[in-house]
């Protein structure tokens, strides 16, 4: 079983930054496929990005260029770095673990959720 923890989330002002954590237990970053959904009032959950245990990464067109998802195995805890952020990019990002098809990531477990809030 694996146990997702997120942390990171906020408010922030349009064009601001903020980096999403995810500590994980049960089974080592290293082994999993992970990444990162968002979910904004009234839409579906979206992908935002992922990270194979490989180190193979994929992003979303909206997050492509603004985005960097990484790994720090000490801490074993994925992370979601977000730069020049838009009123948009407000949502409940969650993170995730499970299985690649193709490119794809389907996860098997998600984390509790953080809010996301970007002011105009």
């Known amino acids: 079983q694996v146990q997702l923890v997120e942390s990171g989330g906020g408010l922030v002002e349009a064009g601001g930054s903020l980096r999403l954590s995810c500590t994980a237990s049960?089974?080592?970053?290293?082994?999993?496929?992970m990444g990162w959904f968002r979910q904004a009032p009234g839409k579906e959950r979206e992908f935002v990005a992922a990270?194979?245990?490989?180190?193979?990464?994929y992003y979303a067109d909206s997050a492509k260029g603004r985005s960097t998802v990484s790994r720090d195995f000490a801490k074993n805890t994925l992370y979601l770095e977000m730069n020049n952020l838009k009123p948009e990019d407000t949502a409940v990002y969650y993170c995730a673990a499970g299985g690649f098809i193709r490119v794809t990531l389907v996860p098997a477990y998600w984390g509790q959720g953080t809010q996301v809030t970007v002011s105009s």
């Open positions: 990270i194979t245990w490989s180190s193979a990464t």
């Open positions: 049960g089974r080592t970053v290293s082994t999993l496929n």
